[in-house]
């Protein structure tokens, strides 16, 4: 079997020697081989402390959170609050719930037969770009490709526009510069400084979110008024009124929102594809498997909403790929008070780290963990599959509420693709994985595209 590109597991003091030497605060890099093996333990030494939940019950319990004293921790908030305000991705109590009131009706708009117009016509728009790459020989990068099509993707459904491609590589390259300098760990801030503690943002990271932001208000500014005369997720969150006091979001709210929207609606999916096509560029037979289903199921003919329920082997690609790269690597919390878990004692201030990269890889839940294996998730071995241990996209009541958008879109985009297209990746015994804001190649993907069956 397949084991694609991971950290190798080392104990803590070689762990943290090796991210010195790589100079890139790497978290999964940091990772000790213990913490694949542990249901909750200590990690190393630190003056917050950092406890690693794997257990799934454990896991449910602190992600439902029923008392309050797991709040999102105030790295992640800090690291977000440039791009993303205190949207409901980063807000807790009150303010959560005030959000979530006013946003649960507009996600009603988000239904999946609607949204696949949005995502088919994505699609066709990229299919005529990449015959173009494909006739000319030009290397592709394969995380701007994937970045660029869920971008356009999630910009239709939300705003009923496509997205420019000058636009969309000015979000990629800024979004870029955004994970590569505000979602590292710095050691300083995660060892030595205490809980709360405030760290500035670097020039270049205010500056790549004033960019992105500023395109989101571009998008924004064309559903001003009732006479924008669009139905669609930005004009339904536009609309919304709080249902106790009648109060609408004012625009930085409104920026906020939507830039969850955007911009977790298309990374998350465009992280998963480009691991997923790198490894099927290295993995002919599954390739060769995925393209028998879509020609057995689909034909020469479009690929529609009613196909992708029928794929079931492109679906299992997607959530193998999911397994082992989980878009979000890792659901960071913070204990608001003293507590217990699985019987240990948690100080106040304390990061509680759930991390979907190590239950998901974890050596008691999973057989050859590190293994790229998509039948595990085919309707005859889904009984396998540990209750709880496969959360790519949360549980509890933050748990994603595009899941089921991203996964339609997911076997569509592979669907097609795969279908028509051979990626074959350069270098890739040089791909290492990192954790920024989402699983990523440490550097971007070279690839050369051909047209299926061409020399």
Known sequence: MYCPPRPRPLPAVAALV?????????????????AYRVETGWLGWSRRSILVVNAPE????????????????????DALEPLVGNSMFVSSGEAWKRQRRMIDPAFSQLRLGRAFQAMTAAVDDYEAHLDAVSASGEPLSLDLAMSSLTADVICRAVFSTGLQSQTARDVFEAFTVFEKSVAQVRLKTLIIDPAWTKAPQEPAVLEACRRIRAHLGELLDTHAGPESGYDDIASAIVAARDPETGAGFDRKELLDQLGVMFLAGHETTASALTWAFLMLSLQPAVLARIRAEVDAVVGDGPVT?????????VRAVFRET????PPITFIPRVAERDT?????RVKRGAMIMIAPWTIQRHEKYWKRPDEF????????R????????????????RVCVGASFAQTEAALILARLARRYDFEAREPERVRPVARLTTRPAEQVWCRVRRRGAA
């Open 18 to 34: 090796r991210v010195v030497l790589q100079g890139d605060g790497d978290l999964l890099s940091l990772l000790p081989a213990k």
């Open 58 to 77: 454990l896991v449910r319990e602190i992600l439902q959170d029923p008392h309050g004293i797991f709040p999102k921790s105030d790295l992640m908030v």
């Open 305 to 313: 909403f009613e196909h992708t329920k029928r794929l079931p082997f």
């Open 322 to 325: 999911a397994r082992l790269y």
């Open 340 to 344: 217990t878990i699985g019987g240990r």
């Open 373 to 380: 294996d998509p039948d595990r998730f085919m309707p005859e």
């Open 382 to 397: 889904e009984g396998e599959v540990v209750p709880g241990t496969y959360l790519p996209f949360g549980i509890g009541p």
